[in-house]
């Protein structure tokens, strides 16, 4: 295994215990009482246990604020490192027994994404990166995809946002899993317009590290976050594709 820091042990931690939950879960979906946060967007038993158990987990170790999906933002001693938790980013893929769906962590530091952890319990998929030290697919080095015919290339989106392109493209429903595959090279783009900051965190610095280009984004800002995501040699031909996005 490559080294990693301390910080980034204990979220790996945090996912794998929170992953016990929500694969019991998965398994029992008739069981779950569902709550209805809007038409399209839903809360889970397991969403908010998984949640909860990060948390715990996550402050065992250390005293950093906290920005969750759930349980919004949480103050604490150190107001300059803040983690970034997602419990279950494909609510909806989960709600309907589909097994694509993931927990997302990442560490801001002051206004810095540098760390980060996305991790796909069903297929018991890790992605996870630190700034300066690489990224990586369950221990092993990952690098973004090398195609640089845009018509050879897959892309993928979401929401319901309709983004004119000529792309190949596909909607999976989990915006981290959509990074992280573009971290991977299995897809070589992404994007996606007013996401929330929880949704993409640990995807940034996932899709940098393993030597993939990200839009400028403000880090500070928790909601309406458009994104744009690819290898280097792709990017600017996406973003021409859609109109400069």
């Known amino acids: 295994m490559n ?12 996912a794998e215990k929170a992953s016990k939950i929500i694969i ?11 709550l209805s946060k809007g038409p399209s967007d839903f809360v889970t038993n397991a969403d908010k246990k998984a949640e909860k158990i990060i948390i715990e987990e996550l402050r065992k170790y250390k005293k950093f604020s906290l920005i969750s999906e759930e349980a919004g933002e ?17 609510t909806t893929n989960f709600l309907h ?35 300066n030290n690489g990224a990586y697919f369950n221990n092993k080095r990952m690098r973004v995809s090398k195609k640089r015919n845009i018509d050879e290339c897959l892309f993928a989106t979401g929401g319901k946002d309709q983004i004119k392109n000529n792309l190949n493209t596909r909607k999976s429903g989990s915006a981290a899993l959509d990074m992280a595959y573009v971290g991977a090279g299995r897809y070589d783009g992404y994007f996606q317009k007013n996401l929330n900051i929880w949704d993409i965190a640990a995807g940034i610095i996932i899709v940098e590290e393993a030597g993939g280009k990200i839009n400028n984004i403000d880090n500070s800002s928790k909601a309406g976050i458009n994104i744009l995501a690819g290898s280097n040699s792709i990017y600017q031909k996406m973003q021409e594709n859609l109109n400069n996005f």
């Open 3 to 14: 080294s990693i820091s301390s910080n980034l042990n204990i979220m790996i931690k945090a």
């Open 24 to 34: 019991r879960d998965f398994g029992e979906l008739e069981k779950l009482q569902v």
């Open 74 to 90: 949480i103050k604490n001693s150190d107001l300059e490192n803040v983690w970034i938790i997602d419990p279950i980013d494909g």
């Open 97 to 131: 027994g589909i097994p694509h769906f993931a927990i997302s962590i990442a560490l801001k530091s002051k206004k810095e994404i540098i760390s980060g952890l996305i991790f796909d319990p069903i297929k018991n998929e890790m992605f996870y990166a630190e700034k």
